[in-house]
């Protein structure tokens, strides 16, 4: 029906762990697919998340919740030989496979493409590794912060000159790699309606960051010159730079060369297009720090209102630098419907944020709690044609958990 979910039918099977992965998953889910999270027995470690610093701590389970919503859960140990048959099962009934198992461990379980191929054809096998599938480094495990940030160069251009590199803000690179890995399931999704054929797709932690990177990284491949770490107090260009306003508040400025006259203005200082320290480009890198001070002192003399209301007005790129507490009152984001509400997660987890993408018509679906460990177990067995007998023997082989739900 022309009002069902873009993705209404569609069944995903999702094996991965922690944040990108799972995070594609989510995005599926929020356009209607149907979406079984397997884990552990035990539970994936991601569920405890919200309680390891540097994280911020709190008592509800926010980063499962927020990777994990919308789906299905089931417990199932893949070490042992009973979950072979459900396995078997989940592949033949899925429309795509979200598995990000280092290779070693995954030709062990025997979850390779070319293992569950034979099951399911059709299938689309998405496949996510910290350093790609080839190299010296393929079977290395990854997160974000070594093969996103650091690997791919991003995290020794993303602070201050003197500064050493910080520690970047956690699942940032996961959650670019999930709209990587979404973007190859769709696509081989298309392919799949044109030829009725499955496929294997795959991303990496690295191959994104370097995407990410990638206006620097194309800049090394063809030699060019690099003017080194920015300095605020000394950068290539003092009109794009982060200045702090009277109320403390920094700010983010990018004045184009067409914008140069009308800020000046608007700042009261005219004088700064004719002052012989700025006059031509040689004198004006040479006299950046001079220039730089002096907007600093602009700057710092009125409150952040203030300046909104004066680069609006001249229509300027500019942006408040705003932690998480002030983002999230953010008016933006509730009109654009960036953060929604969650259904059932309980405590103070009443809302979360949607994943980034939106089709004009079309209603994603409501944001639901994530599953319980095992929750659906019993349903999604007999769905999957396993009657209670079989389910008993499932349990009592330690293939799934001995107890028919639990907590978060």
């Given at each position: 029906?022309?009002?069902?979910?873009?993705?209404?039918?569609?069944?995903?099977?999702?094996?991965?762990?922690?944040?990108?992965?799972?995070?594609a998953a989510v995005i599926l889910s929020d356009f209607?697919?149907?979406?079984?999270?397997?884990?552990?027995?035990?539970?994936?470690?991601?569920?405890?998340?919200?309680?390891?610093?540097?994280?911020?701590?709190?008592?509800?389970?926010?980063?499962?919740?927020?990777?994990?919503?919308?789906?299905?859960?089931?417990?199932?140990?893949?070490?042992?030989?009973?979950?072979?048959?459900?396995?078997?099962?989940?592949?033949?009934?899925?429309?795509?496979?979200?598995?990000?198992?280092p290779h070693p461990a995954r030709a062990r379980l025997?979850?390779?493409?070319?293992?569950?191929?034979?099951?399911?054809?059709?299938?689309?096998?998405?496949?996510?590794?910290?350093?790609?599938?080839?190299?010296?480094?393929?079977?290395?495990?990854?997160?974000?912060?070594?093969?996103?940030?650091?690997?791919?160069?991003?995290?020794?251009?993303?602070?201050?000159?003197?500064?050493?590199?910080?520690?970047?803000?956690?699942?940032?690179?996961?959650?670019?790699?999930?709209?990587?890995?979404?973007?190859?399931?769709?696509?081989?999704?298309?392919?799949?309606?044109?030829?009725?054929?499955?496929?294997?797709?795959?991303?990496?932690?690295?191959?994104?960051?370097?995407?990410?990177?990638?206006?620097?990284?194309?800049?090394?491949?063809?030699?060019?010159?690099?003017?080194?770490?920015?300095?605020?107090?000394?950068?290539?260009?003092?009109?794009?730079?982060?200045?702090?306003?009277?109320?403390?508040?920094?700010?983010?400025?990018?004045?184009?060369?067409?914008?140069?006259?009308?800020?000046?203005?608007?700042?009261?200082?005219?004088?700064?297009?004719?002052?012989?320290?700025?006059?031509?480009?040689?004198?004006?890198?040479?006299?950046?720090?001079?220039?730089?001070?002096?907007?600093?002192?602009?700057?710092?003399?009125?409150?952040?209102?203030?300046?909104?209301?004066?680069?609006?007005?001249?229509?300027?790129?500019?942006?408040?630098?705003?932690?998480?507490?002030?983002?999230?009152?953010?008016?933006?984001?509730?009109?654009?419907?960036?953060?929604?509400?969650?259904?059932?997660?309980?405590?103070?987890?009443?809302?979360?944020?949607?994943?980034?993408l939106q089709v004009h018509g079309v209603t994603k679906?409501?944001?639901?709690?994530?599953?319980?460990?095992?929750?659906?177990?019993?349903?999604?067995?007999?769905?999957?044609?396993?009657?209670?007998?079989?389910?008993?023997?499932?349990?009592?082989?330690?293939?799934?958990?001995?107890?028919?739900?639990?907590?978060?």
């Open positions: 029906m022309a009002n069902d979910p873009i993705f209404a039918g569609l069944k995903v099977v999702d094996l991965a762990s922690f944040i990108a992965g799972p995070s209607g697919a149907d979406v079984i999270k397997v884990e552990p027995p035990s539970g994936e470690l991601w569920r405890h998340a919200h309680n390891f610093p540097p994280q911020p701590v709190a008592e509800d389970a926010y980063p499962w919740h927020l990777a994990n919503r919308n789906k299905r859960g089931m417990a199932l140990d893949l070490k042992s030989p009973a979950a072979r048959k459900v396995l078997e099962k989940l592949i033949k009934w899925a429309d795509v496979l979200i598995v990000n198992t025997k979850l390779e493409y070319q293992d569950v191929l034979p099951w399911n054809p059709r299938l689309i096998y998405a496949d996510i590794t910290g350093f790609g599938e080839k190299g010296p480094d393929a079977d290395l495990p990854g997160f974000d912060i070594t093969s996103y940030w650091a690997r791919s160069g991003l995290l020794s251009m993303t602070r201050d000159a003197g500064a050493p590199p910080t520690w970047p803000v956690a699942g940032s690179g996961d959650n670019a790699t999930a709209m990587g890995l979404y973007s190859a399931i769709v696509t081989a999704l298309y392919r799949r309606e044109r030829t009725g054929e499955g496929a294997h797709v795959t991303t990496s932690l690295l191959a994104e960051g370097i995407w990410s990177a990638s206006v620097s990284i194309q800049a090394a491949l063809c030699d060019a010159k690099f003017f080194g770490l920015h300095d605020r107090r000394n950068p290539a260009n003092a009109a794009m730079n982060v200045y702090r306003s009277a109320d403390d508040t920094w700010f983010v400025l990018v004045v184009t060369s067409d914008k140069l006259e009308a800020v000046a203005k608007a700042i009261g200082r005219p004088d700064l297009l004719t002052d012989p320290r700025f006059a031509d480009p040689t004198k004006l890198m040479a006299n950046m720090p001079q220039l730089t001070a002096i907007l600093d002192g602009v700057f710092e003399s009125q409150p952040m209102e203030y300046w909104y209301k004066v680069f609006s007005g001249v229509h300027v790129t500019f942006g408040a630098v705003r932690s998480p507490q002030e983002v999230i009152h953010d008016p933006q984001l509730h009109a654009n419907d960036i953060i929604v509400p969650l259904e059932g997660a309980g405590g103070k987890l009443t809302s979360t944020i949607s994943s980034p679906v409501s944001a639901k709690r994530a599953p319980k460990i095992g929750e659906h177990n019993e349903q999604i067995l007999s769905q999957l044609g396993f009657s209670a007998g079989d389910i008993d023997e499932l349990r009592a082989s330690g293939a799934i958990p001995n107890v028919k739900e639990h907590a978060v």
